[in-house]
């Protein structure tokens, strides 16, 4: 007689990547005054629609087989080709190790190809790839689709204003970050 052993149940459910729980945007009212409360709920926004951006943009680029790390490594690649290694990982402010493993995959892929630096046998420069090229097509193309919808109802005047006030604010972050770092902090 055939055993008739229990097969797990597949769900569909498990197949798909769960949306990370929301937070409430709202912030804690204990001792806080208005402003207070409106910087802290700006900070929360902030956080939430760049999380729920890097979510969103890694769900659009999965059928494409590439992740929003090898996105962005190809991104700078096509600004800065030929780029040292080392010199790609300070730009993209990540470490030189996890930089490696990352151009190990594009490699692997065919994307890109490191090729010896002729004055530092060390040192490795990065190229872009035909293939790659193709696919940096293909990720513009999707991104600027991506952003019309992100974007969907602000207008070209918001838009500009939005890029001047999150830059000023990235200003000031790098320049407490460069203050930090003189500081020994």
């Known amino acids: 007689m055939a055993s008739t052993k229990p097969q ?4 569909a459910r498990s197949e ?17 005054d208005s402003s207070q409360r409106r910087d802290i709920k700006l900070g929360y926004l902030i956080h939430d629609v ?17 992740t929003r790390a090898q996105w962005w490594v190809i991104a700078h690649l096509s600004r800065h080709d030929g780029m040292v290694q080392t010199q790609l990982a300070e730009l993209l402010d990540t470490g030189k190790a996890s930089l490696g493993a990352l151009l190990d995959r594009l490699e692997a892929t065919g994307f890109i190809e490191r090729r010896p630096e002729p004055t530092d046998r060390r040192a490795k ?12 097509e293909k990720l513009i193309s999707l991104e600027s689709d991506f952003n019309e919808k992100i974007l969907a109802g602000v207008t070209d005047k918001d838009r500009k204003e ?5 830059s000023i604010m990235k200003e000031n972050m790098s320049a407490m970050c ?6 020994g902090e």
């Open 125 to 136: 420069r990065v190229f872009l790839t035909k293939s790659s090229l193709q696919l940096l």
């Open 162 to 166: 939005l890029i001047r006030l999150l």
């Open 50 to 66: 760049s999380r729920m951006r890097r979510t969103a943009f890694d769900l659009m680029v999965k059928p494409l087989g590439v």
């Open 178 to 183: 460069l203050e930090n770092d003189a500081n």
């Open 16 to 32: 798909r990547p769960r949306p990370a729980p929301r937070r409430s945007t709202e912030p804690p009212k204990v001792g806080l």
């Open 8 to 11: 797990p149940a597949v769900s």
